[in-house]
């Protein structure tokens, strides 16, 4: 096993043993994961370092409440994956941590290369048939769920790689035809 695969296997022992979040489950990081190898082909972005990134970044999410306080479940991701990649050698760990605390952020035009990549392919895990199901496990009632799908539909205006943008438009179009089918049939 290399340490990519040794990463791995933590990580997924981290977010399966914990609270169960079906929004933000393991298999949440393998989907961004295969977005991101799709968004960045050709590009100069090493895979092993995406593979890390998209294993490590969501770890915090399961000690996001309580006992770290207010910290946002980037931060917390940021400090536990810099335990973890002090006992496990990857290349570009600074590039590794520096996505990881910022992937939640807005987009910011000094935005690296590998973090444009990144949360695109986060966001396009938000969007069309498996963004419904994740809304859906994170959400109690209808406005709470309108709220979070029309947060969906903003991920398209944010997206910034031509693949990702190909990608997303038809998650972004069953959104939308989502969203109307819903509130027609609905009593809202
Ligand atoms: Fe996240
Ligand atoms: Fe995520």
Redesign the pocket.
């Known amino acids: 096993m290399n340490n990519v695969e040794i990463i791995m296997r933590e990580c997924k022992e981290i977010m399966s043993s914990l609270d169960k979040d079906e929004s ?1 489950n393991w298999e ?2 393998l989907r ?1 994961r295969d977005l991101c190898l799709k968004i960045s082909h050709g590009l100069c972005v090493c895979t092993d370092t995406i593979k890390v990134i998209s294993y490590l ?2 770890i915090g ?1 399961t000690k996001a409440r309580g006992v770290y306080g207010n910290k946002g479940h980037a931060q917390i991701s940021y400090e536990m994956a810099t335990k973890i990649l002090k006992r496990v050698y990857v290349p570009q760990k600074e590039l590794i941590l520096c996505v990881v605390r910022k ?2 952020e807005l987009n910011n035009d000094n935005d690296n290369l590998c973090l444009k990549v990144f949360k695109d392919a ?1 966001r396009l ?1 938000h969007m069309g048939a498996i963004g419904i199901y994740r809304i859906v496990h994170a959400t109690t009632n209808h406005e709470n769920f309108l709220s979070e799908l029309n947060d969906a539909m903003k991920c398209f205006e944010a997206l910034r790689m031509p693949i990702a943008i190909s990608i997303g438009k038809p998650r972004y179009k069953f959104l939308v035809d989502f969203k109307k089918r819903f509130l027609k049939e609905g009593y809202f």
């Open positions: 933000h949440h990081s961004v970044h969501d999410r992937h939640s986060d895990d």
